[in-house]
């Protein structure tokens, strides 16, 4: 009787988080080292470089970084699209941002960085809010993360420095 309810809980078991799943990931980190999520990042960022957290880095690296320190529990949108957010291990001022669909695709990624030369960092955070399709560029995706970054700067909105991606 026993091993028959071990059967039927194994089988009723809840899906796994992967990017193909992301309402299954309890946490940004979860969905971070799920299958599929860096291929994912891959594909939505392209090629694009920048100097966010890095130099001349690709930003898919830079907001995997982001997106790999102490994170938030992901916050499901009024279209049932998901925020997940995160802040860059040892560095938690630098904050990443992804808005994925309920099927794994990415609409939206911001970046909430500090400009930097030798000299030192300015003292007030830059939001750099990335996008493909034009529509998703002022939707909810963009004003959840816009919302987000307001939300963690103390309710100002920085500077948005809007990013299509090709």
Same mark, same amino acid.
């Given at each position: 009787? $026993?091993?028959? =309810? ?8 809840? #899906? ?9 990931? @309890? ?27 890095? #130099? ?19 916050? @499901? ?26 099927? *794994?695709? $990415? ?10 030369? #030798?000299? *030192? ?10 996008? @493909? ?8 995706? =963009?004003?959840? %993360? %816009? ?6 700067? *103390?309710?100002?909105? #920085?500077? %948005? ?6």
């Amino acid at each position: 009787m $026993i091993l028959l =309810a071990f059967l039927l809980a194994a089988g009723t078991a809840a #899906p796994s988080c992967s990017m193909a799943q992301p309402a299954s990931c @309890r946490t940004t980190n979860e969905l971070m080292w799920a299958k599929g999520t860096e291929s994912a990042m891959q594909a939505f960022f392209g090629k694009a470089h920048g100097d966010y957290l890095m #130099p001349d880095t690709l930003v898919w690296k830079q907001a995997r970084e982001a997106l790999g320190g102490p994170p938030d529990p992901p916050l @499901r949108l009024k279209d049932g699209d998901l925020l997940f957010t995160a802040c860059r291990a040892h560095s938690c001022p630098e904050k990443g941002a992804l808005v994925v669909t309920p099927s *794994g695709k $990415i609409r939206a990624a911001g970046l909430l960085h500090y400009f930097c030369t #030798p000299a *030192g960092c300015a003292d007030n955070a830059r939001l750099a809010l990335f996008y @493909r399709d034009p529509k998703d560029a002022d939707g909810l995706a =963009a004003r959840a %993360i %816009i919302g987000w970054a307001r939300g963690v700067s *103390g309710g100002e909105t #920085p500077p %948005i420095a809007r990013k299509r991606l090709p």
